[in-house]
């Protein structure tokens, strides 16, 4: 049995290459927190998808690093145990905060698998060496400069568009894209901008063909989700909704979902998402990876889980420069529209240290010995 001998905390802060807006504002940055976790020598490393203010769900940054600090390593690593599943038990008696419970809990899973000398890829299941790609893309100015950002995209061999939504930004954005590119995987997220009585402004979008459309209506609204998918046509996919196997077995079974968009940090980790998976894959329900606008980080871990047998539609796992100029690893590179899974034990990559250095903007260290 091996101990963890310190956990380290780094935020950083890294500049988005264009601003991202969604129904629930505008990010021109990410403020990332990395959870980096120290056991003989190797470092766990993972990425905490929470965002600088609660616009997606409950959780921000700064309430993350109070849980943990405060809470979640004192209650879970006191004996200093490096077991992910032990983490993963003891973490339930904590009530929410599942982004930062993900966070602590992929690092001590990577610290686990490195001294393993096993991928992620491997030990969740994978079946792939690649995985096909998409692309989210905000809200902006116009449609012009829509159609400008879709066709670099297109260009950069991206497998799958999905637009963000939101009234007034809907049915004219989808009918452009889609008559200038009427073969191109289409999708959109709304991110529950819209309300139950909106189904004939959703329905007008069923007419283009589309994938799918994410989480139209709020949260703790499963009924609605429900009541829409009869009404149209576009399949409805949850985000937001969907927080564990449980709420996942729920919504399929209230007809509130036929697609699920898994992302480990809103579920509390990869071994949540894996038995979300698990449960889709039973239930003929497909999957597909969505992101938090990762770091490298971040985007290999996801890059692991979307190769899953599962995983059948594009996620939004996109190459690095989607979002940033410099990524903090390695970057990952588009190929033929895919990414490959990285093979080496853990996440399979690294921070590289003199860019950590260079975007970090506070760390912190606690020494469990
Ligand atoms: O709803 O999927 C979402 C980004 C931040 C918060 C929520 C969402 C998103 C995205 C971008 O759509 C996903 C990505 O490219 O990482
Ligand atoms: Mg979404």
């Not at 930004?169 to 901008?193: F, H, I, K, S």
């Not at 979008?205 to 009404?231: C, I, S, T």
């Not at 992101?291 to 190769?307: C, H, K, S, Y």
Request: proline letters at 6%; one cysteine or more; aromatic letters at 6%.
């Amino acid at each position: 049995m091996t101990s963890i001998d310190l956990i380290r905390l780094h935020r950083i802060d890294m500049p988005l290459v264009r601003p991202f807006r969604t129904s629930f504002g505008t990010q021109e940055a990410r403020d990332v927190l990395l959870v980096e976790v120290v056991s003989e020598g190797v470092s766990g490393w993972a990425e905490c998808v929470a965002m600088e203010w609660p616009g997606y769900s409950h959780e921000y940054v700064d309430g993350a690093v109070d849980v943990l600090v405060e809470h979640l390593i004192p209650a879970v690593l006191s004996d200093r145990l490096l077991n992910p599943h032990e983490v993963h038990g003891r973490m339930r008696r904590f009530q929410g905060h599942p982004m930062a419970k993900a966070a602590l809990e992929t690092a001590v899973l990577d610290a686990w698998l490195r001294q393993r000398g096993q991928s992620l890829a491997d030990y969740l299941g994978a079946v792939r060496d690649e995985v096909d790609c998409g692309v989210s893309v905000g809200i902006p100015r116009s449609l012009d400069a829509l159609l400008e950002e879709v066709a670099s995209y297109v260009d950069a061999g991206y497998r799958r568009i999905k637009l963000k939504i939101e009234p007034g930004w809907d049915v004219e954005a989808v009918r452009a894209v889609r008559e200038a590119w009427p073969a191109m995987p289409l999708q959109t997220d709304a991110n529950q901008a819209y309300t139950r009585d909106d189904s004939d402004m959703l329905a007008a979008m069923d007419p283009y063909g589309l994938l799918l459309v994410e989480q139209p209506l709020p949260e703790d609204d499963l009924r609605g989700h429900a009541l829409l998918a009869e009404r149209i046509a576009t399949p409805v996919c949850l985000d937001e909704s969907i927080i564990s196997v449980a709420t996942a077995d729920s919504a399929i079974a209230f007809g509130a979902t036929s697609v699920i968009n898994i992302k480990p940090g809103r579920v509390g980790g990869y071994l949540e998402a894996k038995a979300i998976h698990d449960l889709c894959l039973e239930r003929g329900i497909p999957v597909w990876c969505g992101g938090m606008l990762e770091t490298g980080i971040g985007r290999a871990a996801n890059i692991a889980l979307a190769a899953l047998p599962g995983f059948t539609l594009p996620g939004d796992t996109s190459a690095s420069s989607r979002y940033f100029a410099t990524d903090i690893t390695e970057p990952f590179v588009l190929e033929d529209g895919r990414l490959r899974v990285p093979t080496a034990p853990g996440i399979g990559v690294d921070p590289i240290p003199a860019l950590l250095a260079e975007f970090t903007t506070w760390s912190a260290e606690i020494d469990l010995r």
